[in-house]
């Protein structure tokens, strides 16, 4: 089963998405991005 990508609506397949945690109003919510997404955000944590 293919998955869609949080930020840039690309399909991934299964073994090429990572979940992550977003905090918005105080609610948590799990997202799956796609290799590349998922290393721009780090880049982003890490500032």
Same mark, same amino acid.
């Given at each position: 089963?293919?998955?869609?990508?949080?930020?840039?609506?690309?399909?991934?397949? %299964? !073994?090429?998405?990572?979940?992550? @945690?977003? +905090? #918005? #109003?105080? @609610?948590? &919510? $799990? %997202?799956? +991005?796609? $290799? *590349?997404?998922? &290393? *721009?955000? +780090?880049?982003?944590? !890490?500032?």
């Amino acid at each position: 089963m293919q998955e869609k990508c949080f930020y840039c609506v690309n399909e991934i397949e %299964e !073994k090429q998405h990572h979940y992550v @945690t977003f +905090l #918005s #109003s105080n @609610t948590e &919510r $799990d %997202e799956i +991005l796609c $290799d *590349e997404c998922y &290393r *721009e955000w +780090l880049q982003g944590v !890490k500032g």
